[in-house]
Structure formats: structure tokens, C-alpha cells
């Protein structure tokens, strides 16, 4: 021993040694920092004209991957991850606005985007108006009056699925000069890409669909490297950049998205389809079914389908939902959505709880309203499940029998 052995034990089993060939999936760096060989090496490193890492927050290599991933299938030309949807909704919004800039919004929005809104970009003078993004003439004549530098819109509406009609809107946005940003974490670049109907910023949450196992915490937005660039220094410089594990199990579970996805519409069209017959249930929500309003739409924008989210109001409002989660087996209780397994949240305790009641009633989400994530399992046991909960909601029994229930649409 060369050294003493508080020095040996530091340095012992000398520096990694890099495969000469390639990994056959991405490994995982957790490193938070990174050393430079001299002081030439730090300048042309910092200054980019020499590859290489400085420190985590400033961008690691599992984050480039998935971000690169997300670029391309976006069809955008970058990206950039964030430490949660939250995150990335808050630096693609922030990174663009100054001191009395104006947003128009979808009236329609997650509960925690509106929190943001209200709770925090008003209070810095960021002036909010909502609008119907499904009315365009009230959108065009809000964008008019407003001149806002944004207009933020969901590409399927959190919980009631409305559909955005996103060319239109883009277009709107673009005479108006506002950049769009669109929240597609129901949809995924599977199902719609919005840069391709014209789009600035395509914001997700991660840990949703796009990771898919109920495991990543994590958010990215992707659009032209001009918009990106702000809101990748705006991330760095808050802290809120994508964590290294996180976007390794991201990148992870994109490789299985398109497959779980069309599972995830199949049997949401199904379950739509079940839940429309059944007597416990007032409305259902989902834009497979010709009575949505922008089911139209719908099948042109959505071909591949419109994603695993299915809303529906209960008919006898917080006590037959009580009754109805009481009486589930299989389906959890969970307030996100997006991963393998079917699970139900209820908005007025979550996503919309600090939403006021007077605003829900006007969005339509009322104290009946159940958002339900229909995973990749059996058509037959997720309806046997939601065939208890809403035999028990009802005091009956719902006459459809939950068996060979996919059989009915064997020819669709």
C-alpha cells in the first residue's frame, strides 16, 4: 500500500472502465458530478465546444436519452425533462412570461394547473383568463381582447375527455402570437402528436402513460429548440431538472408505450360501451362514443384511439360513490392515472379538491363524477369488477352479465 488507508480506501478500484462495446439498453449514470482533466478542459466543457458533464442539475445522460426519445417522438426538434408534470407545466409557462404578460387558458383544466394559475402566476401578475377551447370563436375573440403572450390547452380534457381541436387551435394561437402549449399527458405521442397540427410546447407527465408503472416521477416538454432552450435554463436554475433514475425508468417504459396504449383504448372503448348501459350510471365520458360531443373530432385527430381515461357520474352522487369504491376487488383506489393496471380517483377528493364547488359545477366534475385509468388487464375482469361496485351503488343488480363481455365486440 502506496497511500495510508484512509486514503486507499478512498481511491481503491481506480476509475470506471467504459465497455469498448455498446450496452444493449441505456445504463444508468447516477452520478452528480463530474471531473475535468485541467483548467482547458473546464473552459472548453463549460463553454461547449468540448463534450462532457458538469453536474447533474446541469443535464446527465440518462436525462438526454429520454429527452432525445421524447424530441423524436414528438416531432420536435428538442426536449427537455423536469422533475415532475407539475414541473415542466410551470417552467414552459414561466420561462416565457414577464411581468404582466397574459394567459388564456382552457377553462377545463387538471386541478393542479389551475392551483398554479390561481395560487401562484396571479399573485406574480400574471394575468389568467378561461375560455372553452371548444368554443374557437369565444378562444378567438378571448386571444383578441387578451393579447396573451400564452394559450395553454389540454389535449384531452382532465377528467371529462373533451377533445381540443388542435389545428384550429393553433392557427388562433399563431395569428394571435401567442404560443400554444398543450398538456397531452392523456393522449401521448402515440395517439396525437400536437407539433404536427401546428403546436409550440407539448408538456407531459411522466409518470403517467409515458412510464406506465405507477413509478416515475418526472414531466418533460418538447417543442422547437428556440422555446425549449428557456425553459431548460429555467429548470437548471430552480433546481426542478429531471432526476437520473427517474428518466431511466422513463426512457424504460417508452419502449413498451405503443403496445400498452393500444390495449389501454381497447378496453377503455369497452368499458365506455359497459358503463352507458348500466342504470347506476347518469353519464358517461369518453370520445369513442358517438353521443361525446367532439366524437367527430375524436375520429380524426385520435385514429389509433383516444387513450385509457374514462369518466362517469354516478347517480346518486358521494354516497353511491362510497358505496361503489367500497364494493371494488381488484380496482385501487388511486389518485393518478396512466399506469398497467385499472384504478379509479375520485376529483372532488383529488385532482379538483381545492377546486371551489361553485367552478366544478360549472366544468361538469359534480360529486357523482368517478375518473377511472382502465389498465391492460382482461376486458371480462374489469368489467366483472365494475359490475360489483355498481350493483351495490344501484341496490340491483345491472343486467348485463360482465362474462364474455368483450365477445359482443367481436366484429368491431
Keep these: 500500500m502506496t497511500v495510508n488507508p484512509e486514503?486507499?480506501?478512498?481511491?481503491?478500484?481506480?476509475?470506471?472502465?467504459?465497455?469498448?462495446?455498446?450496452?444493449s439498453s441505456p445504463p444508468l449514470f447516477q452520478a452528480s458530478s463530474y471531473t475535468f482533466a485541467d483548467l482547458e478542459d473546464v473552459e472548453a466543457v463549460y463553454g461547449g465546444t468540448r463534450p462532457g458533464r458538469i453536474y447533474g442539475r446541469y443535464g446527465a445522460p440518462n436525462g438526454t436519452l429520454f429527452e432525445a426519445a421524447m424530441a423524436e417522438l414528438e416531432e420536435a426538434e428538442?426536449?427537455?425533462?423536469?422533475?415532475?408534470?407539475?414541473?415542466?407545466?410551470?417552467?414552459?409557462?414561466?420561462?416565457?412570461?414577464?411581468?404582466?404578460?397574459?394567459?388564456?387558458?382552457?377553462?377545463?383544466?387538471?386541478?393542479?394547473?389551475?392551483?398554479?394559475?390561481?395560487?401562484?402566476?396571479?399573485?406574480?401578475?400574471?394575468?389568467?383568463?378561461?375560455?372553452?377551447q371548444g368554443d374557437l370563436e369565444a378562444v378567438r375573440a378571448a386571444l383578441a381582447h387578451e393579447r396573451p403572450r400564452i394559450l395553454y390547452l389540454e389535449a384531452l380534457t382532465n377528467p371529462l375527455l373533451h377533445v381540443a381541436n388542435l389545428p384550429a387551435l393553433a392557427t388562433l394561437a399563431r395569428e394571435s402570437g401567442a404560443i400554444s402549449v398543450v398538456d397531452a399527458t392523456f393522449a401521448t405521442p402515440v395517439l396525437v402528436q400536437p407539433a404536427m397540427h401546428g403546436i409550440?410546447?407539448?408538456?407531459?407527465?411522466?409518470?403517467?402513460?409515458?412510464?406506465?408503472?405507477?413509478?416515475?416521477?418526472?414531466?418533460?416538454?418538447?417543442?422547437?429548440?428556440?422555446?425549449?432552450?428557456?425553459?431548460?435554463?429555467?429548470?437548471?436554475?430552480?433546481?426542478?431538472?429531471?432526476?437520473?433514475f427517474e428518466a431511466w425508468l422513463a426512457l424504460r417504459g417508452l419502449r413498451t408505450l405503443a403496445l400498452r396504449m393500444e390495449r389501454h383504448c381497447t378496453n377503455a372503448a369497452m368499458v365506455a360501451a359497459y358503463l352507458q348501459g348500466s342504470p347506476a350510471v347518469e353519464t358517461v365520458h369518453h370520445p369513442s362514443l358517438p353521443h361525446h360531443l367532439e366524437y367527430r373530432l375524436a375520429a380524426d385527430l385520435y385514429p389509433r384511439g383516444t387513450g385509457g381515461i374514462v369518466a362517469f357520474d354516478l347517480r346518486g352522487g358521494r354516497a353511491a360513490v362510497s358505496t361503489f369504491l367500497s364494493a371494488l376487488q381488484h380496482i385501487e383506489i388511486v389518485h393518478s392515472l396512466g399506469q398497467y393496471c385499472t384504478?379509479?380517483?375520485?376529483?372532488?377528493?383529488?385532482?379538483?379538491?381545492?377546486?371551489?364547488?361553485?367552478?366544478?359545477?360549472?366544468?361538469?366534475?359534480?360529486?357523482?363524477?368517478?375518473?377511472?385509468?382502465?389498465?391492460?388487464?382482461?376486458?371480462?375482469?374489469?368489467?366483472?369488477?365494475?359490475?360489483?361496485?355498481?350493483?351495490?351503488a344501484a341496490t340491483l343488480r345491472v343486467p348485463r352479465s360482465p362474462q364474455g363481455f368483450a365477445d359482443t365486440f367481436a366484429e368491431d
Design 343 to 392: 384504478t379509479v380517483s375520485y376529483s372532488v377528493a383529488g385532482s379538483h379538491r381545492m377546486v371551489s364547488a361553485e367552478v366544478r359545477e360549472q366544468l361538469g366534475v359534480r360529486d357523482g363524477t368517478l375518473r377511472l385509468s382502465v389498465g391492460i388487464e382482461h376486458i371480462d375482469d374489469i368489467i366483472a369488477d365494475l359490475h360489483r361496485g355498481l350493483s351495490a
Design 78 to 132: 428538442d426536449a427537455v425533462g423536469a422533475a415532475s408534470g407539475m414541473a415542466a407545466i410551470h417552467a414552459a409557462l414561466a420561462a416565457h412570461l414577464g411581468v404582466g404578460d397574459r394567459i388564456v387558458a382552457s377553462r377545463e383544466l387538471y386541478g393542479g394547473t389551475h392551483e398554479l394559475f390561481e395560487r401562484d402566476f396571479q399573485q406574480n401578475r400574471f394575468s389568467v383568463t378561461y375560455v372553452d
Design 7 to 23: 486514503t486507499a480506501v478512498v481511491r481503491a478500484g481506480g476509475s470506471l472502465s467504459i465497455p469498448s462495446n455498446a450496452p
Design 200 to 244: 409550440d410546447l407539448v408538456v407531459h407527465s411522466a409518470g403517467k402513460y409515458l412510464g406506465g408503472h405507477g413509478d416515475v416521477g418526472a414531466g418533460v416538454v418538447a417543442g422547437p429548440r428556440a422555446l425549449i432552450e428557456p425553459i431548460r435554463v429555467f429548470l437548471m436554475r430552480t433546481g426542478a431538472t429531471i432526476a437520473h
